[in-house]
C-alpha cells in the first residue's frame, strides 16, 4: 500500500507489473520481444513499400503510412521498457519518465482514433464522391488532414496529464500496471477529492475522444455501404467494398480492444485481467495492422511480394 503520511512527494514508483505472473518473467520476456519485433518489422516493411513503389503514392497508403509511423511510436512508448522490466526487475520509474510515458501512451492512442477517422473520410470520397475526390483529396489536403490529426490528438492529454501530476503520491508510491497508464497512477494518489475528481474526468475524456471518433467513422461507412448498394454489378460492389474492407478490419479490432480495456476497468475483476486487457489493447492493433493490409489488400500484397523478392534478390 502507499504510503501517504509523508509530506514529500514520490520521485520515483514503482510498476508492479504482473502480480501473478511474477515467476513467468523471461518467458514475458521473450512473448513481448516478439510482438515488438513483429511490430517494427511489419509496419517498416508497410511504409518502405509504400514510398519505393509509384502505384501506392495515392491517399489511401499516405495515411497508412501515417498509421504505420504511429503505431511504431505507440509500441515503443511502452515495451522497451516493459522488457526491461521483464528481463532485469527494473521496476522503478522516475516520476518525469512516468509523465512523459503516459503522455505519449494516451496522445498516441488519440491520434490512432483521428487517423483512423480521417482514413474513413479518404474512403467516403473515393467511394461516394468519385468524381471529385482527385479534386479533394489532393496532396496538400492529405498533409494537412494528417497533420490536423497529429496535433489536435497530441494537445487535448496535456491538461489532464499536467492536473494528475500536480496530485499528491507517497513517499513510496505503487502502481499496478507494467507502464504509467493514466488511471493506474490516479489509483496510486493518496485518495482525496482531487484523485477521484481526475479519475471521473480522465475517464470522461477518454470516452470522448473514444466514441465520437467512432460515430464519425460509423457514419462514414454507412454512407459508404449505401453507395455500394446503389451500384448495378455485382463486381463493382465487389470492388468498391474491397478498397475498404482493410481499414473496416482495423476499425472493428482497435475498437474491441479498447472495449475491452475500458469494459476491464468498470468491473470488478482481478488487477492481472486488467493490466492485461490494457497491454493487449497497447499491442494488438500495432501487431495487426500490417498483417490485415498485407493479406485484404491486393496492392499491397503485390507490392510487399515484389519488395520482398527484390531484396531477397539484392542479398543473394
Known amino acids: 500500500m502507499n504510503n501517504c503520511n509523508s509530506n514529500s512527494s514520490a520521485k520515483d514508483f ?12 523471461i518467458p514475458l520476456f521473450l512473448a513481448f520481444l516478439l510482438f515488438y519485433l513483429l511490430i517494427l518489422i511489419g509496419n517498416i516493411i508497410i511504409i518502405a513499400v509504400i514510398v519505393v513503389e509509384q502505384t501506392l503514392h495515392k491517399p489511401m497508403y499516405f495515411f497508412l503510412t501515417n498509421l504505420s509511423i504511429l503505431d511504431i511510436l505507440f509500441t515503443t512508448t511502452t515495451i522497451p521498457r516493459m522488457l526491461t522490466m521483464f528481463l532485469v526487475n527494473a521496476q ?36 461516394c464522391n468519385p468524381l471529385h475526390y482527385p479534386v479533394k483529396m489532393t496532396k496538400r489536403i492529405n498533409i494537412q488532414l494528417a497533420a490536423c490529426a497529429w496535433v489536435t490528438a497530441l494537445l487535448i492529454p496535456i491538461p489532464v496529464i499536467f492536473q494528475t501530476s500536480q496530485l499528491t503520491f507517497g513517499e513510496t508510491t505503487t502502481i499496478y500496471h507494467c507502464f504509467c497508464d493514466h488511471l493506474a497512477v490516479v489509483q496510486a494518489a493518496c485518495s482525496d477529492f482531487s484523485a477521484s475528481f481526475q479519475t471521473f474526468l480522465g475517464f470522461s475524456i477518454a470516452m470522448t475522444v473514444s466514441v465520437v471518433p467512432f460515430m464519425l467513422v460509423t457514419l462514414s461507412y454507412i454512407h459508404i455501404i449505401i453507395s455500394i448498394l446503389k451500384i448495378n454489378s455485382k463486381v463493382g460492389r465487389r470492388k468498391a467494398f474491397s478498397t475498404c474492407t482493410s481499414h473496416l478490419i482495423v476499425v472493428v479490432t482497435y475498437y474491441s480492444s479498447i472495449a475491452v480495456a475500458y469494459i476491464s476497468y468498470r468491473t470488478d475483476m482481478p488487477i492481472d485481467i486488467h493490466v492485461m486487457s490494457n497491454v493487449v489493447f497497447a499491442i494488438l492493433t500495432p501487431l495487426l495492422n500490417p498483417l490485415i493490409y498485407t493479406l485484404r489488400n491486393k496492392e499491397v500484397k503485390c507490392a510487399v511480394r515484389y519488395f520482398v523478392y527484390c531484396c531477397s534478390s539484392s542479398i543473394e
Open 14 to 25: 514503482y510498476l508492479i507489473g504482473f502480480p501473478a505472473l511474477q515467476d513467468f518473467q
Open 92 to 127: 522503478t520509474i522516475s516520476f518525469h519518465i512516468c509523465f512523459l510515458q503516459m503522455y505519449c501512451f494516451h496522445g498516441l492512442t488519440v491520434t490512432e482514433s483521428l487517423l483512423l477517422v480521417v482514413m474513413s473520410y479518404d474512403r467516403y470520397e473515393a467511394i
